[in-house]
């Protein structure tokens, strides 16, 4: 079956530090790749996406993402942590063709602490 | 752009009653939503795919006659937790595909069942 695997639960940075947030997907048709964030509370929003092209992608807040597809990973970085950036991020895969049906898979999620 | 509402954003029940959660694509038409439940400290779990216009298709193990949905137009999508219960008791989050088979989430629901 298809997953995404984020083996990070919890992650503490401190502000100012860099970040990168792993994310693996099994083998299989073309992926879609994204990243969300959720706030405590809150609905889940988009930071990035990949689909074809330049493998590395930029997303909102100053966060990017490289597609590997050699390692199967999609990780997430952020050069310098705020505070604000203390949330929940979720990897997600949909893949296309067969058997993918165009839903979405997401990862487990990783917490973010930001010490300040 | 592509901004997804909820509504309510919370609900408390009585064990027996129903409820019906609203899920509107603001700025771009959906032929495809989806309802998520998502539990404390976990992540989305994925209940059903509503499709405009037919039935909407329901993942493995989600009783599709206690998660009634509806996508009656190309902006709305309804979700409708009949005779819940406290079990019942989650965050619901829908989402909208828009272009390049991107998914925008609404702010989610949180129901809790009395």
């Known amino acids: 079956a298809q997953s995404v695997t984020q083996p990070d639960i919890h992650i503490t940075v401190s502000e100012g530090a860099s970040l990168e947030l792993r994310c693996n997907y099994s083998?299989?048709?073309?992926?879609?790749l994204f990243w969300y964030v959720q706030s405590p509370g809150q609905g889940l929003q988009l930071l990035l996406k990949y689909f074809s092209g330049d493998t590395l992608v930029q997303g909102i807040k100053g966060f990017e993402a490289e597609f590997k597809r050699s390692q199967s990973s999609f990780n997430l970085r952020k050069p310098s942590v705020h505070w604000s950036d203390a949330a929940e991020y979720f990897c997600?895969?949909?893949?296309?063709?067969?058997?993918?049906?165009?839903?979405?898979?997401f990862g487990t999620g990783t917490q973010l602490k930001v010490e300040l | 752009g592509a901004v997804v509402s909820q509504h309510p954003s919370w609900v408390i029940c009585k064990s027996g009653t129903s409820v019906k959660i609203e899920c509107r694509s603001l700025?771009?038409?959906?032929?495809?939503m989806f309802w998520y439940r998502q539990f404390p400290k976990q992540s989305l779990m994925l209940m059903a795919t509503?499709?405009?216009?037919?039935?909407?298709?329901?993942e493995q193990g989600v009783e599709k006659d206690k998660f009634l949905i509806n996508h009656a137009s190309l902006t709305l999508s309804t979700l409708t937790v009949t005779s819940a219960h406290p079990e019942d008791s989650s965050f619901y989050i829908c989402?909208?595909?828009?272009?390049?088979?991107?998914?925008?989430f609404g702010p989610g629901t949180r129901l809790l069942v009395l």
């Open positions: 509503s499709n405009e216009g037919s039935k909407a298709t329901y």
């Open positions: 989402s909208a595909r828009g272009g390049e088979q991107t998914q925008y």
């Open positions: 700025d771009f038409q959906a032929t495809t």
């Open positions: 997600a895969v949909a893949w296309l063709g067969a058997g993918g049906g165009n839903k979405l898979t």
């Open positions: 083998y299989g048709a073309t992926p879609y």
